[in-house]
């Protein structure tokens, strides 16, 4: 394999591994319909910390500013609870073929069809992952009025905290 494919390739299988994804928390992330969940920076998408971090419909805080019912929040977990094992088992098979092709790149003499072949393997686990997710986060998105959507997606006030100030 040439050095400029060798870079090549080292250049995909390194925004491939940016861009996977923790599924098995299945609303803290999503490409398709990111702006339900705010991103942490670290290409997981993570609304709050805390006990429920991908649950947000559940804070105090966010049920009073979207306005949300008890039923919408209902909904919202059953939808959770329905996809969840589906996008555990897609994100588990996306690491497997990950894990594949690891040795493949890796080796001393590298078979450039076998890496490709398993490149696109690694592409096609990635796509049934994120239409498995973004499936459920449309179901989400439907659950909600156009109102409470607009809100969801309005930027939220950041908070910094200030060091205290020595006199």
């Known amino acids: ?4 494919v060798r870079g090549l390739l080292a250049v995909v299988l390194g925004v491939t ?16 319909l990111n702006s339900i969940i705010a991103k942490d920076g670290t290409n997981s998408f993570r609304f709050f910390a805390g006990a ?31 996809h969840r094992l589906k996008l555990i088992d897609l994100d588990a098979a996306l690491q497997k ?3 594949t092709l690891e040795p493949l790149v890796n080796a001393d003499q590298p078979d450039d069809a076998k890496v490709f072949a398993q490149v696109d393997r690694v592409a096609q686990a990635r796509a049934e992952l994120e239409k ?9 998105r ?10 969801l997606q309005s930027p939220r006030p950041t908070i910094r905290l200030q060091p205290p100030t020595v006199k």
């Not at 394999?1 to 400029?4: E, R």
């Not at 996977?20 to 803290?28: G, I, Y």
């Not at 008890?70 to 059953?78: C, G, P, S, W, Y």
């Not at 498995?132 to 989400?140: E, I, K, P």
């Open 17 to 32: 591994s940016a861009v996977a994804q923790q599924v098995p928390r299945a609303l803290e992330q999503s490409s398709t």
């Open 97 to 99: 073929e990950e894990v």
């Open 142 to 151: 439907r659950v909600l009025t156009p109102d409470q959507w607009k809100l």
């Open 1 to 4: 394999m040439t050095l400029q």
């Open 52 to 82: 429920n971090p991908g649950r947000w419909w559940t804070r105090p805080e966010e049920i009073e500013r979207l306005g949300l019912s008890a039923e919408q929040r209902k909904n919202l977990n059953d939808i959770l609870q329905q």
């Open 132 to 140: 498995a997710n973004s499936r459920m986060l449309w179901q989400v």
